[in-house]
């Protein structure tokens, strides 16, 4: 069965630092990742998906993601934290074994330090 | 463009009492419909989803309902509240169901006292 595992339910990093937040998924088919980011009290934005295409995927607001079949990850990044970057960020998979359902991990918070 | 509005935004409600989350979708025709619930300090939990009018398939046996009776209206409903239906309940559509992703309303933060 698809599942995507979110290493790290919470994560600080100070202004201006690299942000890094992890996503490892399970399918057996080629999949679809995708990275949401939810604001308090908000719906969940799309921030970038891919879609078999190019294996770097760069989103909004600086984010990108590679996506690396061999290590069956997704990771996010920016080079650098911003305070408006603190939400919660939601890491999916969808693929032909969910009937293309996403799938969400558990989420990780980001908190950023002045 | 398409648009996805979901009201209230907030209800607080008393334990026994019925419960009607509505959620439309505009710019599209025959959009996939999910209703996603979250839990204080949970994720995302998938409720129902609709891949056309009257059809309803239910992923979390529980006290809530769904129904689809317009192409681009999706209801959720209880006829009795529990404490622990209180959530963040959030709407979502797409095409082709997941494979160019969600988009989601904006929620209803719904307490049940």
């Known amino acids: 069965a698809q599942s995507v595992t979110q290493l790290g339910s919470h994560v600080s990093v100070s202004e201006g630092a690299l942000v890094l937040l992890r996503c490892n998924y399970s399918?057996?088919?080629?999949?679809?990742l995708f990275w949401y980011v939810q604001y308090p009290n908000q719906g969940l934005q799309l921030l970038l998906k891919?879609?078999?295409?190019?294996?770097l995927v760069k989103g909004i607001n600086g984010f990108e993601a590679e996506f690396k079949k061999s290590e069956t990850s997704f990771h996010l990044t920016k080079p650098s934290a911003h305070m408006s970057d603190a939400a919660e960020y939601f890491c999916?998979?969808?693929?032909?074994?969910?009937?293309?359902?996403?799938?969400f991990g558990s989420g990780t918070r980001l908190l950023v330090r002045p | 463009s398409q648009t996805i509005h979901q009201w209230p935004a907030t209800l607080v409600q008393p334990v026994g009492s019925p419960l009607s989350l509505e959620c439309t979708v505009e710019?599209?025709?025959?959009?996939?419909l999910y209703w996603y619930r979250q839990a204080a300090g949970r994720g995302l939990q998938l409720l129902f989803y609709?891949?056309?009018?009257?059809?309803i398939s239910s992923e979390v046996p529980q006290n809530l309902s769904a129904s689809r009776p317009q192409d681009r209206q999706f209801i959720l409903s209880s006829k009795k509240l529990l404490l622990s239906d209180s959530g963040f309940y959030l709407c979502?559509?797409?095409?082709?169901?997941?494979?160019?992703?969600?988009?989601f309303g904006s929620g209803t933060r719904l307490t049940v006292v």
């Open positions: 609709s891949v056309g009018i009257g059809q």
């Open positions: 999916a998979v969808s693929d032909v074994d969910s009937s293309y359902k996403l799938i």
């Open positions: 399918s057996s088919v080629p999949p679809y």
């Open positions: 979502a559509w797409s095409v082709q169901q997941g494979i160019y992703g969600y988009t």
């Open positions: 891919y879609t078999s295409a190019a294996t």
């Open positions: 710019g599209t025709s025959n959009p996939n």
